[in-house]
């Protein structure tokens, strides 16, 4: 199975801490080594990294470490390969348009028996189930809301129909973003915490790199971060419940 990360905040914030740790799993202290990806949002536009290497190889991810791109909403993915071939159109997130505004998507999991209808309106570039479950998203969200971007509370019950609906097929373990607010949705594991004042000193646990995020923070920051299997030591990481959709504005989860 891949692995997720994400990052809402409430001010743009780096994530070369928590993406240090998490690209070491990508081939390093864990077997998900076959691609990696990660998007940013900065303001209307989205900076989009894939690269079909392991995270541990890749001067990509080498660059994303040494880089503090600053976002308000961040989604990272290391994969191993359940459905599609270790190509660069399999690596996740995957990128869409729609209501005018892009939209990020990555998935953990394995959906079995999923083939749904599309229209043509989004179609997948890859081979996997998950960028196939991205496009049906999609389609069903502009089905239901026409041209009109919904307000929060109306597409929130939307993607919760949709994501329950889509992991009556396998496993789904997701996270979906347009850059206003992060949308994620557990099928087996995900934990999040959030980090805020007074802030504390954190440790990797797949790296040996310790911060003290009150040297780099403000009193008014507020950072969540989410991933698959907690990233430190001495966090408390709250786990998601099986089934359960969380979202996330401005670093702290509004809907459950």
């Known amino acids: 199975m891949c692995q997720l990360l994400g990052m ?6 780096d994530i070369v801490f928590s993406f240090t740790g998490f690209a070491t799993r990508g081939g390093g202290t864990d077997v998900h080594h076959d691609g990696w990806g990660i998007a940013f949002f900065e303001g209307a536009g989205v900076r989009h990294f894939v690269d079909y290497q392991a995270a541990v190889r890749s001067p990509i991810a080498d660059l994303i470490k040494r880089y503090p791109i600053k976002s308000k909403n961040v989604i990272a993915h290391i994969r ?4 599609g071939e270790v190509t660069l159109e399999n690596c996740h997130p995957f990128v869409r348009e729609l209501w005018g505004r892009y939209w990020v998507f990555a998935h953990n999991g394995d959906l079995k028996e999923f083939a749904p209808e599309l229209d043509g309106s989004f179609r997948p570039v890859g081979t996997t189930d998950s960028e196939l479950a991205f496009c049906h998203i999609l389609q069903q969200l502009r089905a239901r809301f026409g041209q009109q971007l919904p307000a929060l509370a ?4 939307a993607l919760r129909e949709l994501t329950t609906a889509i992991a009556a097929h396998g496993t789904f373990n997701m996270m979906l973003s347009d850059g206003s ?8 594991n995900l934990y999040y915490v959030v980090r805020k004042y007074p802030f504390a000193t954190a440790k990797l646990s797949d790296e040996d ?12 920051d507020r950072v969540a971060v989410i991933v698959t299997e907690p990233l430190t030591t001495n966090e408390t990481w709250i786990p998601f419940a099986p089934g359960e959709m969380r979202v996330f504005v401005d670093g702290e989860p509004v809907d459950s």
């Not at 809402?8 to 914030?13: A, E, G, K, L």
């Open 8 to 13: 809402n905040c409430n001010i743009p914030t």
């Open 80 to 83: 191993k390969a359940t459905q």
């Open 154 to 157: 109306e597409l929130s019950a």
């Open 181 to 188: 607010a992060l949308f994620t949705h557990c099928s087996t």
């Open 209 to 220: 790199v310790l911060v003290d995020f009150s040297e780099v923070t403000t009193p008014n």
